[in-house]
C-alpha cells in the first residue's frame, strides 16, 4: 500500500511520480526535506525521506503560511495521527526517532506512516494517552472511546481530549457513509472532495474520507452514560453499540480525502491473464468504489478493451433484476455466449453458447 495523493479542503496534493522516474522523485524528496526543516526551525527527526510514497512540496508551503488551507492540512494529518488502531515500534534502540508501524490493516499503516513523513508522528500509546510529535512539539492526547471500523460501519472513529481540555471526535471511513453524516453548509466542499476522490478512483486508487466534529464536557458525559451501556450489554450488543456510536458521528466538519494506491504482486496481471486462456473463470469480491474495482480490473488483466461491461448498481432484489434484464435486452440478445471474440479468452472462454431464454432463466 502506497499513499499517493489527498484532497483537503478541495486542493488536490501528490505529484504522481512512476517508478521510471527515480531522479524526480529523490529531488522532490529532498525539497520536502528542505521545506519541513523550515515549518520546525530544525531538523525534523522522525521524517523517513527516502522511503515516503507521497511527494508534493506544496503541502510544507501551505503548513508554513498562515491561512485557512494551513489549519486545514493540520487538521488532516492530526485525524490520520490519531484515528487508527496501529502499535507503534523502534527496531533499533539506538535510533529512537525511527519509529515504525504495525496494523491489521496495510492501507492503516500507509495512513499513519505518511502522517509521520509529513511530520505529524505517531510515537506510542501510554495506557489512554497517545503521545505524538506534531511539526516538532511533542503533544499527548487522551484517548476517552474508540468507535471501531466494521464492514457494516464503513468507518472508525476516536474521541481524544487535547492538552488545552477541549473534546474531539475524529472519523474517517468510505466517503458514502461519511458525506451523509457531514454538518450543512458544506456544498461547495462536498462537491469538491466528490470530484476529487472520483478523480482518484478512475486511477485505480482506494480512496477515504476524513472529518472530525467538537464536543462540548456535557455533551460528551451524556453520551458516554449510553455507551457504557451499550458496551455492557447481553442483548444484541453489537446493534446496541452501533446505535450509540451513529448518534455522535454526525454533524462533523469535512476535511478530505485520501487515496492509496494497491500494488499488484509481480506476476499477477501475467498469470490471470494464462488463467483466463485456459477457461478457469475468475470472480472478484471487492468492497472498491465501482471505478477504483474497474480500474484495477484492467490492470490486473481481469478486464480488457474487448470486453462488454455491465455496471449494476442496485439497492434491492427487483432493482437488480431489472438492471440484468435490462443488460440481456441489450446486450445478451445479440451475443449468445456472452464472452469477449466469441469465447476467445473472455470471463465466458469454452462456455457453450446459451440461448438468451436460458439466460434469462438464470436471473430469475
Known amino acids: 500500500m502506497e499513499f499517493r495523493q489527498c484532497s483537503i479542503r478541495g486542493r488536490v496534493y501528490g505529484e504522481i511520480v512512476g517508478d521510471d522516474e527515480p531522479g524526480k522523485a529523490a529531488d522532490l524528496r529532498r525539497q520536502m526535506d528542505a521545506k519541513l526543516e523550515q515549518v520546525c526551525d530544525y531538523p525534523y527527526p522522525y521524517r523517513q525521506g527516502q522511503t515516503t510514497t507521497f511527494l508534493d512540496t506544496a503541502i510544507h508551503d501551505d503548513l508554513h503560511a498562515d491561512s485557512a488551507q494551513a489549519h486545514a492540512v493540520y487538521d488532516f494529518f492530526t485525524v490520520l495521527a490519531l484515528c487508527h488502531n496501529v502499535i507503534s515500534h523502534t527496531p533499533d534502540p539506538a535510533r529512537p526517532h525511527v519509529v515504525e508501524y504495525k496494523a491489521q490493516s496495510p492501507d492503516e499503516a500507509a495512513l499513519v506512516a505518511t502522517a509521520r513523513d509529513v511530520g505529524f508522528a505517531f510515537l506510542r500509546r501510554d495506557r489512554d494517552r497517545v503521545i505524538c510529535s506534531f511539526l516538532g512539539l511533542e503533544q499527548t492526547y487522551q484517548l476517552l472511546a474508540t468507535l471501531e471500523f466494521t464492514s457494516a460501519r464503513k468507518r472508525m472513529s476516536v474521541i481524544v481530549r ?10 474517517k471511513g468510505a466517503d458514502s457513509v461519511i458525506l451523509e453524516r457531514i454538518r450543512g453548509n458544506q456544498d461547495s466542499l462536498r462537491q469538491a472532495t466528490l470530484d476529487d476522490l472520483e478523480l482518484f478512483a478512475n486511477h485505480g486508487l482506494r480512496t477515504l474520507c476524513l472529518g472530525y466534529r467538537f464536543l462540548s464536557e456535557a455533551e460528551y458525559m451524556q453520551w458516554r452514560v449510553g455507551f457504557d451501556q451499550a458496551m455492557a450489554s447481553l442483548d444484541d450488543r453489537e446493534a446496541e453499540v452501533e446505535r450509540v456510536s ?8 469535512l476535511i478530505g480525502g485520501t487515496a492509496i494506491e494497491d500494488k499488484l504482486q509481480d506476476g499477477v496481471p501475467e498469470t490471470i491473464a494464462q488463467l483466463a486462456l485456459a477457461g478457469i473463470k475468475l470472480w472478484v469480491l471487492t468492497g472498491d468504489k ?22 449494476v448498481k442496485a439497492e434491492s432484489q427487483e432493482a437488480t433484476r431489472e438492471q440484468l434484464e435490462k443488460a440481456l435486452r441489450e446486450f445478451g440478445d445479440y451475443h449468445g455466449d456472452l464472452s ?8 465466458m472462454a469454452g462456455v457453450a453458447p446459451k440461448s438468451v431464454g436460458a439466460w434469462r432463466r438464470l436471473v430469475r
Open 290 to 311: 465501482t471505478e477504483t474495482a474497474i480500474n484495477i480490473g484492467y490492470s490486473c488483466n481481469l478486464l480488457n478493451s474487448d470486453m462488454q461491461l455491465i455496471v
Open 246 to 253: 451513529d448518534a455522535i458521528e454526525r454533524e462533523l466538519e
Open 162 to 171: 487535547r492538552e488545552d481540555g477541549r473534546i474531539m471526535l475524529l472519523c
Open 340 to 347: 469477449y471474440s466469441g469465447g476467445g479468452g473472455g470471463a
